[in-house]
């Protein structure tokens, strides 16, 4: 089994900042791509930025240039630097992670249990 621990949400002012981590522990040979989701209330989960294997980025079109993702491989964890922070950034951000727990199985999907972030005055 294979668990997410995510932290660094909280509120926050318009254009101000934070940081989110998570960090996966448990039954892990070799993690995929590992990021971070968002879900606003009333709306789906949307992309907001993965790493991939190699360390290529992809990131969600209304971050691009405010949020930096960033992994540490040996400590199985990544972090989100978000700057330049709006309203339309309020929702519970959640860590997901495609793990492959030994080399003799295929790569599982996991998600962490989220954490608030609130851009507000």
């Known amino acids: 089994q294979v668990q997410l621990a995510e932290s660094g949400g909280g509120l926050v002012q318009p254009g101000g900042s934070l940081r989110l981590s998570c960090a996966a522990s448990g039954r892990i040979f070799s993690i995929g791509v590992m990021g971070w989701y968002r879900q606003a209330p009333g709306k789906g989960r949307e992309l907001v930025a993965v790493?991939?294997?190699?360390?290529?980025?992809t990131y969600g079109e209304s971050v691009k240039g405010r949020f930096t993702i960033s992994k540490d491989n040996a400590k199985n964890t990544v972090n989100l630097q978000m700057n330049s922070l709006n309203s339309g950034d309020t929702a519970v951000y959640y860590c997901?992670?495609?793990?492959?727990?030994?080399?003799?199985?295929?790569?599982?999907?996991?998600w962490g249990q989220g954490t608030q972030v609130t851009v507000s005055a």
């Open positions: 790493v991939k294997l190699g360390g290529i980025t």
């Open positions: 997901n992670a495609d793990v492959l727990s030994s080399a003799y199985e295929t790569f599982r999907s996991y």
